[in-house]
Structure formats: C-alpha cells, structure tokens
C-alpha cells in the first residue's frame, strides 16, 4: 500500500473513532451526570454506543475496500471492544482513584493512549485487514 493511501485510511480512522468517542464520552457524561450511574458504569455504556458508531465508520468508510463478510469481522471487533472497555475503565480508575484526577480528564487521557496505541492498531491488522487475493500470494 502507497504511503499516501496508509495515511488516507489512518485518517479516515481516526475521524471515526474520533467520532465514535465523542459519542462514547457523551453517553458516559450523561450516564453519570443525568443518571447519577458511577463512570465504570458510564463508561462501559459509553463504550458500547461509541463502538457502534465506531465500527459502523470503519466497516464502510474508512476500510471499505477491506470489507470481508461481517461474520468475519463482528466477533474480532467485539474482542477489540471488550479489551477496550477494560482498558479505559481501569486507566480511568487509576488515574481517578490514585492520581485523583477527575474522572472526566482521566478518561480522556486514558482514551487518547487505548485509541492509537491498541484500537486502531488492532483494527487495521486484524479485523479490516485486507485479504489477500489469489493472484496476491
């Protein structure tokens, strides 16, 4: 792939998960804010709606040229969401629990570190990943 098209789909990427997230951090403030939900709770709700967006982006915007059927692709991406969850809840917990930063700084900072470093790395490599053709190997 040219570097010119690697960086078109990087980007494409991230304004879904950038999209997806506001969506996310949205629901998460609304579940703990309007709700009176404890942010775990937020942000595992948050978590969920923002992969919807999310994976619905990526599927037919940002990787469409690597659309394999969805039975392919749906469980790879649940894993990614569910480690992902994780991941923010606990950098989240952390940061809020020890450092005592306020929950809504901490999931952000926490968010910026999974996005890049595990989410979109796993997607690109593994759940819209291209396949290779016959004439390809």
């Known amino acids: 792939m040219s570097i010119y098209r690697e960086f078109k789909t990087f980007f ?3 304004i879904s998960a950038f999209v997806g997230g506001v969506v ?3 629901v998460m403030l609304a579940s703990v804010e309007i709700l009176g939900w404890h942010y775990i709770y937020g942000i595992v709700l948050g ?3 923002g ?3 999310n994976f619905s982006a990526n599927r037919y915007w940002s990787f469409k040229g690597r659309v394999e059927g969805l039975a392919g692709q749906l469980p790879k991406f649940i894993i990614i969401v569910v480690l992902s969850v ?3 809840s606990m950098g989240t917990s952390v ?3 020890i450092a ?4 809504r700084v901490s999931r952000l900072l926490t968010d910026a570190i999974v996005s890049l470093g595990f989410n979109y790395t796993l997607q690109r490599f593994w759940v819209f990943r291209k396949q290779m053709s016959l004439s390809n190997k």
């Open 100 to 103: 005592h930063i306020d929950y």
């Open 12 to 14: 494409k990427a991230q």
């Open 47 to 49: 978590g969920i709606v």
């Open 24 to 26: 996310d951090y949205m």
């Open 51 to 53: 992969a919807l967006v």
């Open 95 to 97: 940061l809020t629990e």
């Open 86 to 88: 994780m991941l923010k």
